[in-house]
T-cell receptor, first 115, second 113 residues
């Protein structure tokens, strides 16, 4: 497809387990963003990649969160030793350029539930 | 206090009504303003993108920005049941910014036939 693809769509894990969430951005898009959306809230910024470089990780809540984009296309968000407060929808967005005036296209997210 | 404040509603209107959605913000660095629509269990979809103060119209949608008051609005004319969704305002700084978005909480809108 032509849009941003995220997998899995739903993930249930037990507290303490590690999880990995995948994002396939639109082909050729330079910028890739991860956001976290808690129930009833707007998305909150987690981290930003420009090609393979992670230029901003200021929104990552703790050192249990790690993101990578090794070849400048697919990105993975990993959460280690999951906690109940990690339950949320994780959204990935991509944009064509590396500037503020490029619209961001969102995937449908991964809904993570920690039991 | 959050940088972007948005009344979460919920807002319920009859079909054909004019809907007004609003956000206020505190960070004067924000220069670009967006409205996204999010259906249940879907990702946000960009509706409107504006820069300067004033109005921008696209079909039934009008976005309004007042930078002096740090206030933005989205108007939906002739609302339809298919407009039922959560509406998110979002904004970002200009200059050398790469476009990190700051969102409001979202307003839940229901348009009933």
């Amino acid at each position: 497809g032509a849009g941003v693809s995220q997998s899995p769509r739903y993930k249930v894990a037990k507290r303490g387990q590690d999880v990995a969430l995948r994002c396939d951005p639109i082909s050729g898009h330079v910028s890739l963003f991860w956001y976290q959306q808690a129930l009833g809230q707007g998305p909150e910024f987690l981290t930003y990649f420009q090609n393979e470089a992670q230029l901003d990780k200021s929104g990552l809540p703790s050192d249990r969160f790690f993101a990578e984009r090794p070849e400048g296309s697919v990105s993975t968000l990993k959460i280690q030793r999951t906690q109940q407060e990690d339950s949320a929808v994780y959204l990935c967005a991509s944009s064509f350029g590396d500037r503020y005036n490029q619209p961001q296209h969102f995937g449908d997210g991964t809904r993570l539930s920690i039991l | 206090q959050k940088e972007v404040e948005q009344d979460p509603g919920p807002l319920s209107v009859p079909e054909g009504a004019i809907v007004s959605l609003n956000c206020t913000y505190s960070n004067s660095a924000f220069q670009y303003f967006m409205w996204y629509r999010q259906y249940s269990r879907k990702g946000p979809e960009l509706l409107m993108y504006t820069y300067s103060s004033g109005n921008k119209e696209d079909g039934r949608f009008t976005a309004q920005v007042d930078k002096s008051s740090k206030y933005i609005s989205l108007f939906i004319r002739d609302s339809q049941p298919s407009d039922s969704a959560t509406y998110l305002c979002a904004m970002t700084a200009g200059g050398t910014s790469y476009g990190k978005l700051t969102f409001g909480q979202g307003t839940i809108l229901t348009v009933h036939p």
